[in-house]
């Protein structure tokens, strides 16, 4: 299976001097497409620090993140347009307050394909809401949303233009416990379906058998490595 | 998809409410520059519809609008002798104020040369010109008189025959066309007990001398209502206006400027006198307003950008988190802040067309008011948005990931 990305090296302190921190310390994965994996990790592990250098958010001061096979960011340096790469290529769902308020369900979907080039946004959008089960609410504003609508609402926004990573940051932090799951089988649905690579951070124990691998995190180094089970084969 | 429309959807009662205050803002700015051309032009009818190629003038003074001016009535037979002139007719220019049905009538009286000048270039809203010397008048609509009524001047009875629209002196007085002759009887008018104490002190300084003594008959004669003392001379005029044959104007000039007694103004001349003079003052007092205004209205719509941006900050970092192209995030922005403008210039323009016939004063909205309005509507509000501009750029898109 082909990588989405990958992270060498990668290395990030946060200030200077005694009060420095040390975010990212030498990290170093690999996410294949079709996989769903999921970051674990006490609070102030680097979890979020990783998936911002992973999604050209905040770069790493050093290290190298390949996309696609191709070096885009060297020792905190972007090789290629990020925000384009973001725009065509990257998905992300986060904790809450994901969607743009002033747009509808529909809108936030429609923009998302309009920004990656895509042509048919309005139906696409539709077919996505549709697929991700709240179709019928696709007039809403985000605030008229339940959390779990929300949710579903970013995700099908992050699936806009068929991205070959989705980036997911707690994603089910304000969801109970049985719509949390759901969103994570989603997640594993879409990467299946869909063969993108999927890389969400959780701190939800009771749904990992959702996931591929597991990657925990702790001072901001990668101390475990789970492959839960042999990654599926390609879904196209 | 346009994100600035769709975003003023969320809050358009309040995005139009803004633009509502703007208008009203920007409508006084407008209203200031037309109350100033309004008064120009109101107050360069009183030159420019007299015709005349050459102002006499008493020496020296900038009359007779701008200061007295009081010029013997001979130079007018001495004007009409120079070689070129065509005709020479009198002028005369004075401001009274009257009550009339328990108001106060503030009145501009024009002396028209009579028989020359009937008011032949008056322009006219109704009614006609003058047809005698005497009784007569052609007064401005704001003054509120119609056709037909009767005016009481200093004794007489003085019927509108003619009405103008919007000559009035740069102080917003409403003008009235008499005869030279009538303007002088006005003028020249005085109180009955005016005339009792003058009569008094004529009898009283006769008696001091040795001709009253001698003579008391004439004491009879001083005392008699229907008695004038016989005139020394003709009373002054306030001006004469001088027209001539085109080619030799210039040549007319050069003669009459050596005389001794007289300033000789051309047309344009004596309409910046009057404007000079006068309304100077104004167009400076109005142009330091229109400036505060403007800034103003550009610090407030500077203000309403930025935190109509600010509010806007974590739904402006998802979409750059997405990799909205920047151009589309500082589109939104500026779009907002150009139907701002052409919302605001539309109310301006809505309270123009319905409140300015309203003013005390006349707003002239000319074609460079119509035209420079909008243009500088939109112009400041694409500087104001500079502040949100930058904030656009600023705003860092992890901003989003913090939820
Ligand atoms: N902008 C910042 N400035 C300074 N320090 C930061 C900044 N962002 C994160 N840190 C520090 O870097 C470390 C890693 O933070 P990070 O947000 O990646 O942790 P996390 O694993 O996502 O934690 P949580 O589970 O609480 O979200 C923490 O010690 C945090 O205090
Ligand atoms: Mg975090």
């Given at each position: 299976?082909?990588?989405?990305?990958?992270?060498?090296?990668?290395?990030?302190?946060?200030?200077?001097?005694?009060?420095?921190?040390?975010?990212?310390?030498?990290?170093?994965?690999?996410?294949a497409?079709?996989?769903?994996?999921?970051?674990?990790?006490p609070?102030?592990?680097?979890?979020?620090t990783?998936?911002?250098?992973?999604?050209?958010?905040?770069?790493?001061?050093?290290g190298e993140?390949?996309?696609?096979?191709?070096l885009?960011?060297?020792?905190?340096?972007p090789?290629?347009?990020?925000?384009?790469?973001?725009?065509?290529?990257?998905?992300?769902?986060?904790?809450?307050a994901?969607?743009t308020s002033?747009l509808?369900?529909?809108?936030?979907?429609?923009?998302?394909?309009?920004?990656?080039?895509?042509?048919d946004?309005r139906?696409?959008?539709?077919?996505?809401?549709?697929?991700l089960d709240v179709?019928?609410?696709?007039?809403?504003?985000?605030e008229m949303?339940?959390g779990?609508e929300?949710?579903?609402?970013?995700?099908a926004?992050?699936?806009?233009?068929?991205p070959s990573?989705?980036?997911?940051d707690?994603?089910?932090?304000?969801l109970?416990?049985?719509?949390?799951r759901?969103?994570?089988e989603?997640?594993?649905?879409?990467?299946?379906d869909?063969?993108?690579?999927?890389?969400?951070?959780?701190h939800?124990?009771?749904?990992?058998?959702?996931?591929?691998?597991?990657?925990e995190?702790?001072?901001?180094?990668?101390?475990?490595?789970?492959?839960?089970r042999?990654?599926?084969p390609?879904a196209? | 998809?346009?994100?600035a429309?769709?975003?003023?959807?969320r809050?358009?009662?309040?995005?139009v409410?803004?633009?509502?205050?703007?208008?009203?803002?920007?409508?006084?700015?407008?209203?200031?520059?037309?109350?100033y051309?309004?008064m120009?032009?109101d107050a360069?009818?009183?030159t420019?519809a007299?015709?005349?190629?050459?102002?006499l003038v008493?020496?020296?003074?900038?009359?007779?609008f701008a200061?007295?001016s009081?010029?013997?009535?001979?130079?007018?037979?001495?004007?009409?002798?120079v070689?070129?002139?065509?005709?020479?007719r009198p002028?005369?220019?004075?401001?009274?104020?009257?009550?009339?049905?328990?108001?106060?009538?503030?009145?501009?009286?024009?002396?028209l040369?009579?028989?020359?000048?009937?008011?032949?270039?008056?322009?006219l809203v109704?009614?006609?010109?003058?047809?005698?010397?005497?009784?007569e008048m052609?007064?401005d609509?704001?003054?509120g008189?119609?056709?037909?009524?009767?005016?009481?001047?200093?004794?007489?009875?003085?019927?509108?025959?003619g009405?103008?629209?919007n000559?009035?002196?740069?102080?917003g007085?409403s003008v009235?066309?008499?005869?030279?002759a009538?303007?002088?009887?006005?003028?020249?008018?005085?109180p009955?007990?005016a005339?009792?104490?003058?009569?008094q002190?004529?009898?009283?300084?006769?008696?001091?001398?040795d001709?009253?003594?001698?003579?008391?008959?004439?004491?009879?004669?001083?005392?008699?209502?229907?008695?004038?003392?016989?005139?020394?001379?003709s009373?002054?005029?306030a001006?004469?206006?001088?027209?001539?044959?085109?080619?030799?104007i210039?040549?007319v000039r050069?003669?009459?400027?050596?005389?001794g007694?007289v300033?000789?103004?051309?047309?344009?001349e004596?309409?910046?006198?009057?404007?000079?003079?006068?309304?100077?003052?104004a167009r400076m007092q109005?142009?330091?307003?229109?400036?505060?205004?403007?800034?103003?209205a550009?610090?407030?719509?500077?203000?309403?950008m930025?935190?109509?941006?600010?509010?806007?900050?974590?739904?402006?970092?998802?979409?750059?988190?997405?990799?909205?192209?920047?151009?589309?995030?500082?589109?939104l922005?500026?779009?907002?802040?150009?139907l701002?403008g052409?919302?605001?210039?539309?109310?301006?323009?809505?309270?123009?067309?319905?409140a300015?016939?309203?003013?005390?004063?006349?707003?002239?909205?000319?074609?460079t008011?119509?035209?420079?309005?909008p243009?500088?509507?939109?112009?400041?509000?694409?500087?104001?948005?500079i502040?949100?501009?930058?904030?656009?750029?600023?705003i860092?898109?992890s901003?989003a990931?913090?939820?």
């Amino acid at each position: 299976m082909e990588d989405a990305v990958r992270a060498l090296d990668l290395t990030k302190t946060y200030g200077t001097g005694p009060s420095a921190v040390k975010a990212l310390d030498h990290v170093t994965l690999t996410i294949a497409r079709g996989t769903v994996a999921a970051l674990l990790g006490p609070s102030g592990s680097g979890k979020s620090t990783l998936i911002k250098a992973l999604g050209f958010v905040s770069p790493a001061d050093t290290g190298e993140v390949f996309f696609g096979g191709r070096l885009v960011v060297k020792d905190g340096v972007p090789l290629a347009d990020l925000a384009a790469l973001r725009r065509r290529h990257l998905g992300f769902v986060f904790q809450k307050a994901n969607l743009t308020s002033f747009l509808t369900a529909r809108e936030n979907v429609e923009i998302a394909c309009e920004f990656g080039g895509k042509s048919d946004g309005r139906k696409r959008a539709r077919e996505l809401l549709e697929y991700l089960d709240v179709a019928g609410r696709e007039r809403s504003y985000p605030e008229m949303l339940s959390g779990g609508e929300q949710q579903r609402v970013a995700i099908a926004r992050a699936l806009a233009n068929e991205p070959s990573l989705i980036l997911a940051d707690e994603p089910t932090a304000a969801l109970d416990s049985v719509r949390s799951r759901s969103v994570m089988e989603l997640f594993r649905k879409v990467a299946h379906d869909r063969g993108a690579a999927v890389l969400v951070v959780t701190h939800d124990h009771r749904a990992l058998d959702v996931f591929d691998v597991l990657y925990e995190m702790e001072d901001g180094q990668i101390r475990a490595h789970q492959q839960e089970r042999p990654a599926p084969p390609a879904a196209r | 998809m346009n994100l600035a429309l769709r975003d003023v959807r969320r809050h358009v009662a309040r995005f139009v409410g803004t633009a509502a205050g703007l208008g009203l803002l920007l409508s006084v700015v407008v209203a200031m520059q037309g109350i100033y051309a309004g008064m120009v032009d109101d107050a360069t009818i009183l030159t420019r519809a007299m015709r005349a190629d050459l102002w006499l003038v008493q020496r020296d003074t900038r009359g007779p609008f701008a200061e007295g001016s009081r010029l013997d009535p001979s130079v007018e037979a001495r004007a009409s002798a120079v070689p070129g002139v065509r005709t020479a007719r009198p002028y005369t220019y004075q401001l009274i104020q009257r009550e009339q049905r328990g108001a106060v009538m503030r009145i501009a009286l024009v002396g028209l040369g009579w028989p020359d000048d009937p008011g032949r270039s008056l322009p006219l809203v109704r009614g006609r010109r003058l047809q005698q010397p005497h009784g007569e008048m052609i007064v401005d609509a704001s003054l509120g008189l119609g056709i037909g009524e009767s005016l009481a001047l200093g004794g007489e009875q003085y019927r509108v025959v003619g009405l103008t629209k919007n000559a009035l002196t740069s102080g917003g007085d409403s003008v009235a066309f008499v005869s030279v002759a009538d303007a002088e009887l006005i003028a020249f008018d005085q109180p009955a007990e005016a005339a009792v104490l003058e009569r008094q002190r004529v009898v009283a300084r006769l008696r001091g001398t040795d001709l009253g003594r001698g003579q008391p008959t004439l004491e009879d004669l001083v005392t008699d209502a229907r008695w004038r003392a016989p005139a020394l001379a003709s009373p002054p005029v306030a001006a004469v206006l001088v027209e001539a044959d085109p080619h030799r104007i210039a040549e007319v000039r050069e003669v009459m400027r050596s005389w001794g007694d007289v300033s000789v103004y051309s047309q344009d001349e004596e309409e910046a006198l009057l404007l000079g003079g006068v309304v100077q003052r104004a167009r400076m007092q109005i142009g330091l307003f229109t400036v505060i205004l403007t800034l103003t209205a550009a610090v407030i719509i500077m203000m309403v950008m930025y935190n109509l941006t600010l509010e806007k900050t974590h739904d402006l970092a998802v979409l750059k988190l997405m990799g909205a192209p920047r151009t589309r995030l500082l589109g939104l922005i500026l779009q907002q802040a150009w139907l701002l403008g052409a919302l605001a210039y539309a109310v301006a323009f809505a309270m123009g067309e319905l409140a300015f016939p309203m003013f005390p004063r006349r707003v002239l909205i000319t074609e460079t008011i119509s035209l420079v309005a909008p243009v500088a509507t939109m112009g400041i509000v694409t500087l104001a948005s500079i502040l949100g501009l930058t904030h656009v750029m600023r705003i860092d898109p992890s901003v989003a990931l913090e939820g």
